[in-house]
């Protein structure tokens, strides 16, 4: 038993229960919602974001993970609303996604890891919501020198504050491989760290090396459509859980849908639309059609258990 941060203050990881590995409420740019509030609908957002937890709840779902960052839009009031009235825990996430801002591109690992520090100990924009998680991300073509920078940094926080790190990752460049390494260079436990969007990739022989070196493989992009060209879909993507489970590693996977709320800047409107179009169940995904079909598949429901609510609070309580 631990105590994280969620944005509602501190709980206990045994109260997390069954935990979305993955996902966000509302994605953006930084700095929209305050300087162009009429560009997106916030106030409409959390309306439908409370109406869609609520049913989340009442179907079990008990807890996210929002990978939200600054540069994703990441709006703490928003978050702290939709947890308050929906009753589903949200852990929200310092770091930075793919946007880094250029003031950081000529930062040290030195200077940002303290604002990570800041956020996860004192607080998030002056509220006290504290962070519980640090997200970082690097995209296919690898680790850039400005994201080496927040790697290094999310590194230091993760160690001075114990709180875990979740990555999005271009699994098909075996980006995780070159995140572990210099995770474990500045000295993480690749047990505190979730190495996401891992199925995008059904190449079991890089998967299962991250497990055997102890990381957690996000497995996050259970929509029935609208991922990435190229990438598994969804049959092949449950097909990557079961070969995960067969081959022992059971307790390092976690599963999320990626999704959102509000979040049209993958394809613009149209294709969100059409996302929505074919994921009418949205978070609840993996509840409605991904965990029947693991136990047509004759996994049973202790290690369905084990993935949805061991596994999370274990990653928040390693280490
Ligand atoms: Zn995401």
Redesign the pocket.
Known sequence: MATINSVLGPIDTSDLGFTLS???VL?CSAGIQHLYPEFIDREGTIKKAVGIFKKAYAEGVRSIID??TID?GRDIGVLEQVSRESGVHIICATGV?LDIPRAFWVATPDMIAPLFIREIQDGIEGTGIKAGIIKVANGDDGVTPEGEIILRAAARAQIATGVPIST?TGARGRVGEEQLRIFEEEGVDPSRVYI??SDNTDDMDYLSGLAEKGAYIGL?GLRVAGNSPGTPDFRQRIDIVVKLIEAGFADRIMLGH?W?VLGDMFGGKEARRETERHNPNGYLVISREVIPRLRQMDVPDETIAQIMVENPRRFFEEG
């Open positions: 993955h996902e966000h994605e990978v939200t994703l996604w999005h996401g969007h996050d990626d959102s």
